[in-house]
């Protein structure tokens, strides 16, 4: 399961209210380094569909209410996570439901304010709440809660040993001593302990230097509101994503750059393709202000009693010089990375690169050629979190039967 981390609240969001190729100079020693030169191979994917779960009936099991995220176990299951429904639907490589784990309550096995649900290979759970870990067995049987004592944790993954890998961590007695969330150096990347020892930081990730202009306008919040600045567009995105051995493949960087992290935190290698970003012309920034009104939209649709999220609007964006070249990354079931470019208006809708973590450029799909699914798994396993035409929630899986240079 990727993680990406955006300058926005709608990733937190949810969270708080239920309760050039920069370096941070963390390089470490020299690893194995991999530069990709020369042009595109354009891929062919053969893909067949499996099966497609969703109805519009309102008594079916797959009657969805939010997908938040989908996962494969080594079986071939699919597990669905539906947050509206707080319960997790596990379905068989036939598409049929072999059964519901959780559901919303406070007992154990049940959850509440769940903000991920990680699904290891072999099918067992780490489910994040607001207040507490819920770890279960592969058969759903609960095997024990931990309590959040920390802050508000955002995790995606989880290493091998079971430790979280937080994309954020914002400590609530750092926001009760001085009434706000500490600016932390750089883009920390955390490990969450589940013995109830201390956070650390796994890797700090390289940022964009402060834009004054672009400075979080929200010192004049009041009781119930958060007031958001329109913030810097085009700064790059932080995304990782886990390969099988522990190690993060990590892109933080205007360029295309994608780093390998150890397990000690350390970079143990760089890919590397000779691609330029693109120059933030009238023309992108247009289309990127177009995008930040939608996002406002689905932000204002949040609604909740304790909060209220104004935004300021579109005009008063502030642009960084050039558009990152690298606009979403996943790792696949075979340890594979999926690269997705920027695409010509500055969205991450670019043609997508697979590249292996020894440096292996495989090849390139097309910008309007099979998509960077939403989960992985195995035999060829994909599966996409849609909406049909009527804009009830689906979950559709294919195979993808091979993967071949055109012609």
């Not at 759970?125 to 004592?149: H, I, K, M």
Request: aromatic content about 6%; charged content about 25%.
């Amino acid at each position: 399961m990727k993680t990406i981390i955006r300058k926005s609240l709608l990733a937190i969001a949810p969270l708080l209210l239920a309760t050039s190729c920069g370096d941070s100079g963390q390089e470490g020693a020299p690893g194995t380094r991999g530069t990709l030169d020369g042009p595109d191979v354009m891929l062919a994917a053969v893909t067949e569909e499996v099966f497609t779960v969703g109805s519009v009936a309102g008594d079916d099991w797959d009657t969805f209410g939010n997908v938040r995220s989908v996962a494969f176990d080594s079986g071939g299951n699919l597990h669905i996570f539906d947050s509206q429904s707080e319960h997790i639907l596990v379905v068989g490589p036939d598409g049929s439901l072999v059964r519901t784990v959780g559901g919303r309550g406070e007992g154990p096995g049940e959850f509440g304010n769940v903000s991920s649900a990680i699904v290891a290979r072999d099918g067992s759970y780490t489910v994040l709440g607001s207040s507490r870990v819920d770890l279960l067995a592969p058969d759903a049987t609960f095997v024990r809660s931990v309590a959040l004592e920390q802050g508000l944790i955002l995790a995606n993954l989880a290493l091998p040993d079971g430790r979280l890998v937080a994309s954020q961590f914002l400590r609530i007695a750092d926001f009760m001593a001085s009434g706000e969330f500490p600016d932390p150096e750089g883009r920390p990347i955390h490990v969450i302990p589940l013995d109830g020892s201390e956070p650390t930081v796994h890797y700090t990730a390289w940022d964009l230097p402060e834009d004054p202009a672009a400075e979080n306008a929200g010192d004049d919040s009041e009781a119930g509101t958060i007031r958001l600045s329109a913030g810097r567009a085009f700064e790059p995105g932080l995304h990782f994503d886990m390969l099988t051995d522990g190690r993060l493949a990590l892109a933080d960087s205007i360029g295309y750059r994608v780093k390998l992290i150890g397990l000690d935190g350390g970079v143990a290698g760089v890919i590397e393709r000779p691609i330029a970003p693109l120059a933030a012309s009238e023309t992108i920034m247009e289309a990127e202000r177009e995008r930040y009104r939608e996002e406002t939209r689905q932000l204002e649709s949040i609604r909740n009693r304790t909060f209220q999220i104004e935004r300021e609007g579109a005009e008063a964006l502030v642009f960084a010089d050039e558009v990152p070249v690298i606009g979403d990354l996943k790792v696949d079931w075979e340890d594979r990375i999926w690269v997705t470019r920027s695409g010509p208006d500055g969205d991450d809708d670019g043609p997508t690169d697979i590249v292996t973590p020894d440096a292996r450029y495989i090849g390139t799909l097309a910008a309007d050629g099979l998509r960077t699914p939403d989960a992985f798994g195995p035999d060829g396993l994909v599966a996409y979190i849609e909406l049909d035409e009527l804009e009830v929630p689906t979950v559709r899986v294919i195979r993808l039967v091979s993967l071949d240079p055109e012609g």
